[in-house]
């Protein structure tokens, strides 16, 4: 069995590889997918109160696929052709790395809060963590900016501002 940690930490890994391969661009507009999407799940919790509607199974999934689709379609967001403002080449692959990694923790982490939140809903198949270096990164998770409003609001607009700073 895999542990929590373990595959953060492997998420993570993943990501960051994808990222030196893609660059720092795309993996900027990936994070303000995750954003988006955020802004996007409080949203509709808010308006539509799942929390009473939704059993916790189906909130997790629900949640889930929201944050994924937002990601799948961050990524997929026409590029702007001409930035010549970033940096290039080999720079520009480590700072995607970075990104990368900066999403592979927000992706997976919101995951794994969601999966905490909904108290694992499929005990045969994913237990709560017991290790004490997953309990300790559980403590860690990216929860905050799912929890506060003004933190998430605040991100939105950071990532706002950036890619009006990127665009002109």
């Known amino acids: 069995m895999v542990t929590f940690s373990a595959f953060l930490f492997l998420g993570i890994l993943l990501f960051m590889i994808n990222g030196l391969a893609r660059g720092w661009y795309r993996e900027l507009l990936g994070t303000f997918g995750i954003i988006l999407g955020l802004n996007l799940l409080q949203f509709i919790e808010?308006?539509?109160?799942?929390?009473?509607?939704?059993?916790?199974?189906?909130?997790?999934?629900?949640?889930?696929?929201?944050?994924?689709?937002?990601?799948?379609?961050?990524?997929?967001?026409?590029?702007?052709?001409?930035?010549?403002?970033?940096?290039?080449?080999?720079?520009?692959?480590?700072?995607?790395?970075?990104?990368?990694?900066?999403?592979?923790?927000?992706?997976i982490g919101l995951l794994w809060y969601f999966l905490e939140a909904a108290h694992y809903p499929w005990p045969t198949f994913v237990k709560p963590p017991i290790d004490p270096f997953s309990i300790k990164i559980a403590h860690h998770l990216p929860s905050v900016l799912f929890q506060n409003p003004l933190a998430l609001r605040g991100s939105l607009l950071l990532a706002f501002l950036i890619v009006i700073t990127v665009i002109i």
């Not at 010549?84 to 900066?102: D, E, N, Q």
């Open 46 to 107: 808010h308006l539509y109160r799942l929390d009473v509607v939704l059993s916790p199974k189906n909130l997790f999934l629900f949640r889930s696929v929201v944050l994924g689709v937002s990601l799948f379609l961050g990524y997929q967001v026409p590029s702007i052709r001409d930035y010549r403002r970033g940096p290039k080449g080999f720079s520009a692959s480590l700072l995607g790395g970075f990104w990368a990694a900066v999403n592979g923790y927000l992706f």
